[in-house]
Antibody, heavy 124, light 110 residues
Framework: EVQLLESGGGLVQPGGSLRLSCAAS????????MNWVRQVPGKGLEWVSA????????YFADSVKGRFSISRDNSKNTFYLQMNSLRAEDTALYYC?????????????????WGQGTLVTVSS | QSALTQPASVSGSPGQSITISCTGS?????????VSWYQQYPGKAPKLMIYDVSQRPSGVSNRFSGSKSGNTASLTISGLQAEDEADYYCSSYTSRSTGVFGGGTRLTVL
């Protein structure tokens, strides 16, 4: 079964750091770009970051550029979102999502498999 | 990058057709064929309903269709059913090599 499982969310103070993980199973992980999408409870979706299948190329939304980094370990079928200098506005449910295809457009926009999300709360 | 513009809500009666619009710019929706639509029920993860403007993934009902004209993409649901009541989001690839979502549309089946 194709599955994504996020972990690592929690409560962190403003200015703090947190690392999210997403473990994948059921597909050839290294063949697909992977993404993070967040959602403030009751609000809309926001694309956050993506990483190419090889891990060589990261992509970021302006709202997190310079504060977040993304990486992957294809030997462990897992990718990560390192979040530094966290702000209250980063509070959200963070989903990991698999790209459906191999074009850049699909890599950053077409997500056929989603995890259930991990909640990040930034508060003092 | 600004979110794509969607109506906050639409409604329709069972059996009717509804259309949800998604307006962007030539830097996103209008410039690429990579527009997707997602359905989300409360408390659940989004589900891909349409990709590449008008393509349906396997298993998605053919009552769902997508199109695009200029900088505006549209999702049409025909033969509306109670189970279609959900939030719908469009998304697009952008010229800055990022993704961008619309603000979301709440569909109510009357």
């Amino acid at each position: 079964e194709v599955q994504l499982l996020e972990s690592g969310g929690g409560l962190v103070q403003p200015g703090g750091s947190l690392r999210l993980s997403c473990a994948a199973s059921g597909f050839t992980f290294s063949s697909y770009a992977m993404n993070w999408v967040r959602q403030v409870p009751g609000k809309g979706l926001e694309w956050v970051s993506a990483i190419s299948g090889s891990g060589a190329t990261p992509y970021f939304a302006d709202s997190v550029k310079g504060r977040f980094s993304i990486s992957r370990d294809n030997s462990k079928n897992t990718f990560y979102l390192q979040m530094n200098s966290l702000r209250a506005e980063d509070t959200a449910l963070y989903y990991c999502a698999k790209a459906r295809g191999w074009s850049l457009g699909e890599a950053l926009n077409t997500f056929d498999i989603w995890g259930q999300g991990t909640l990040v709360t930034v508060s003092s | 990058q600004s979110a794509l513009t969607q109506p906050a809500s639409v409604s329709g009666s069972p059996g009717q057709s509804i259309t949800i619009s998604c307006t962007g710019s030539s830097s996103d929706v209008g410039g690429y064929s990579s527009v997707s639509w997602y359905q989300q029920y409360p408390g659940k993860a989004p589900k891909l309903m349409i990709y590449d403007v008008s393509q349906r993934p396997s298993g998605v009902s053919n009552r769902f269709s997508g199109s695009k004209s200029g900088n505006t993409a549209s999702l049409t649901i025909s033969g509306l059913q109670a189970e279609d009541e959900a939030d719908y989001y469009c998304s697009s690839y952008t010229s800055r090599s990022t993704g961008v979502f619309g603000g979301g549309t709440r569909l109510t089946v009357l």
